[in-house]
T-cell receptor, first 110, second 115 residues
Framework: DAKTTQPNSMESNEEEPVHLPCNHS???????IHWYRQLPSQGPEYVIH???SNVNNRMASLAIAEDRKSSTLILHRATLRDAAVYYC???????????FGKGTKLSVIP | DTGVSQNPRHKITKRGQNVTFRCDPI?????LYWYRQTLGQGPEFLTY????????KSRLLSDRFSAERPKGSFSTLEIQRTEQGDSAMYLC?????????????FGQGTRLTVV
C-alpha cells in the first residue's frame, strides 16, 4: 500500500473548524483514501472515505486534491470529544487490510 | 447489535503462559480482522478471516500465535508461551463483504500485559 504522511500533532480551539492534512504522493489510481480516528482507550473508529470526489458525512468532510496526492479531513466545529489520533490510510481496490501509520494527535482546547 | 465485542478487556499473565482472547463480530459481518497495537504506534495487521477461512496472516504472526474462526462467527486468538514483547492491545474488527473498501468496525480491544 502507498504511504501517507501526516503531522504528528495539531491543536484546535473548541467550536472552531479543524483541517487535518495528509500527503500521499505515491497514491495509485485505484487507491481509496480512508480516515479513522482513535479516542483514548478505544478501538479505531471509521470517519470517512473517498476516491476522487470530495465527500461529506455527519462526522466530517473529506477534501481530495485534484491530483489526489493530498487530502484534508475537515471537522467543521471541533468539540472536546473530537480529541483523538486521526489516521489517514490508503487501500487498494478490493483490499481489506488497513495499514495504520502514527497518525495526527488532535488536541482540542476548551 | 452492540458492535464488536472483545473479551477479556484486560489480561495480565506471567511470561511463558498461554492466553486466549475472544472476539464476537457484528452478526452479519463475514470479514474479521485481528490487529495489534503497542504504545504510541498505530495498529498493525495480524490476520484476516472471510467466514471461517483464514485468508491472510502477517509475518508479525509468529508460530506462537494462532487464530481461529470455527463457524464463521466468533474468533479466538491464542498466544502460546507468552513473552514480554507480546504486551500490547489486541484489536478485533469486522466488516461486510458488501462494503469492501469502506467501513471496518473495531472492538475496544484486549490489553495484554506479560510480566
Amino acid at each position: 500500500d502507498a504511504k501517507t504522511t501526516q503531522p504528528n500533532s495539531m491543536e484546535s480551539n473548541e467550536e472552531e473548524p479543524v483541517h487535518l492534512p495528509c500527503n500521499h504522493s505515491t497514491i495509485s489510481g485505484t487507491d481509496y483514501i480512508h480516515w479513522y480516528r482513535q479516542l483514548p482507550s478505544q478501538g479505531p473508529e471509521y470517519v470517512i472515505h473517498g476516491l476522487t470526489s470530495n465527500v461529506n458525512n455527519r462526522m466530517a468532510s473529506l477534501a481530495i486534491a485534484e491530483d489526489r496526492k493530498s487530502s484534508t479531513l475537515i471537522l467543521h466545529r471541533a468539540t472536546l470529544r473530537d480529541a483523538a489520533v486521526y489516521y489517514c490510510i490508503l487501500t487498494g481496490a478490493g483490499s481489506y487490510q488497513l495499514t495504520f501509520g502514527k497518525g495526527t494527535k488532535l488536541s482540542v482546547i476548551p | 447489535d452492540t458492535g464488536v465485542s472483545q473479551n477479556p478487556r484486560h489480561k495480565i499473565t506471567k511470561r511463558g503462559q498461554n492466553v486466549t482472547f475472544r472476539c464476537d463480530p457484528i452478526s452479519e459481518h463475514n470479514r474479521l480482522y485481528w490487529y495489534r497495537q503497542t504504545l504510541g504506534q498505530g495498529p498493525e495487521f495480524l490476520t484476516y478471516f472471510q467466514n471461517e477461512a483464514q485468508l491472510e496472516k502477517s509475518r508479525l504472526l509468529s508460530d506462537r500465535f494462532s487464530a481461529e474462526r470455527p463457524k464463521g462467527s466468533f474468533s479466538t486468538l491464542e498466544i502460546q508461551r507468552t513473552e514480554q514483547g507480546d504486551s500490547a492491545m489486541y484489536l478485533c474488527a469486522s466488516s461486510s463483504y458488501r462494503t469492501a473498501n469502506t467501513e471496518a468496525f473495531f472492538g475496544q480491544g484486549t490489553r495484554l500485559t506479560v510480566v
